[in-house]
């Protein structure tokens, strides 16, 4: 356990780095051409409200993690990153998030399950950030420890789409008749839910379990009172 709270950080910091790099890589050119996504032909804001969106969010992607680095987490370093991360990665990211959510080009799933994502990410730093600002530490981590589950949405996102698309791929061929764009778009209906859903899940187990070890034996989960 010590060595997941010393290594674990690290580990993840640079996971994040991993993904933050491969997200910037398409859009630095600022070519719409180069866009992984759908960009509406339509909707000139579009392509910068996208732009706006990878920007900011990799910036909190870099800085969440070090919010829990036990070294950084004290006193007004921690105060620093954590203004940067809300005010110039997550609440800019939420907005944006939730504009290119409505744009996007892969139907009612995607709006809805990115929709939701921008709304939940963008509420969870509100309560976060009411919860310090008030002296209740306790909630305040609380809060950022879903919120950051929120974040590594895209991190599961990136992970979770190759992985479906090898597990759907035999049916490219007998469902979809060879058609990769449309095996494409279908494959990614679930991804919107799938990338944050168990993230949350996660979040909440791993607090409620921590409640009750803390509240002690008479709280504490069935399975381990047996
Ligand atoms: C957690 C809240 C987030 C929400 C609600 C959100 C929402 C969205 C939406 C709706 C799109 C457009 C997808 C489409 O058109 O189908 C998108 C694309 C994108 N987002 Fe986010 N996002 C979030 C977090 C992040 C983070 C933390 C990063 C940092 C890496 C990120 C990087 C990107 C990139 C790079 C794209 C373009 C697609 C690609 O090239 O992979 N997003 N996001």
Partial sequence: ??????????????????????????????????????????????????????????????LGTLQFVPALRRGQVHRTIGRIYLFAGVFPGAVSGFCVAVLTTYGPTAQFGFGMLSVLWFVTAVQGLRAVRAGRVAEHREWMI???????????????????????????????GGDQETFFREVYQVVPWLCWVPNLVIAEWFLRRREATKRGPDHAPLEKIR
């Fill in 1 to 62: 356990m010590r060595a997941l709270t010393r290594h674990g950080p690290t580990a993840m910091a640079s996971v994040c780095a991993a993904v933050a790099l491969f997200s910037l890589a398409a859009y630095l050119t600022l070519d719409p051409e180069s866009s992984r996504v759908d960009i509406r032909q339509d909707t000139p804001s579009h392509y910068p409200l996208l732009l706006v969106h990878i920007a900011t969010s990799v910036l909190a992607l870099c």
């Fill in 146 to 176: 879903r919120q950051y589950a929120l974040l590594l949405a895209a991190v599961t996102l990136r992970v979770l789409l190759p992985f479906l698309i090898v597990l759907y791929s035999p049916q490219l061929d007998t469902v979809y």
